[in-house]
């Protein structure tokens, strides 16, 4: 039986696969585990609701607690930073192919190909 992630990280930005990517990780916390909630504005100017608001009320209806990171940038780029500076041991990533496979060059695929930790892609 593999070990229970410990730190766990996912990319929110309030689409129908990430807001799968965040059930996933609610689920796979346990005790003494840790979740931090990562939004990514590319632009670095929230123009969009405020999506970690909604992931935080999510969460607290299902009395799980969580950090919040918002940061500008690459957004692959910047979930894996986030990644390798908290120690994670599971980065969580929602994907919007149809196909079931992260898309070549898709925010997923990127994650997948340079996050140090493991990533569970959920579709």
Sequence with gaps: MAAQPKNIIVGF????????????????IGYGSTLTVVSVDPNGVRTEP??????RAWLLERLVTASYVRRAGDAANELVTVATELGADLLVVGRRSEDGEPAPGSV????????????????
Excluded: I, Y
Aim: hydrophobic residues 55%.
């Design 13 to 28: 930005d309030g689409s129908q696969g990430a807001q799968r990517a965040l059930h996933a990780a609610a689920h796979l």
């Design 50 to 55: 405020d999506v970690l608001a909604e992931a």
């Design 108 to 123: 997923s695929a990127e994650v997948v190909r340079r996050a140090a930790c493991n990533v569970l892609v959920v579709g």
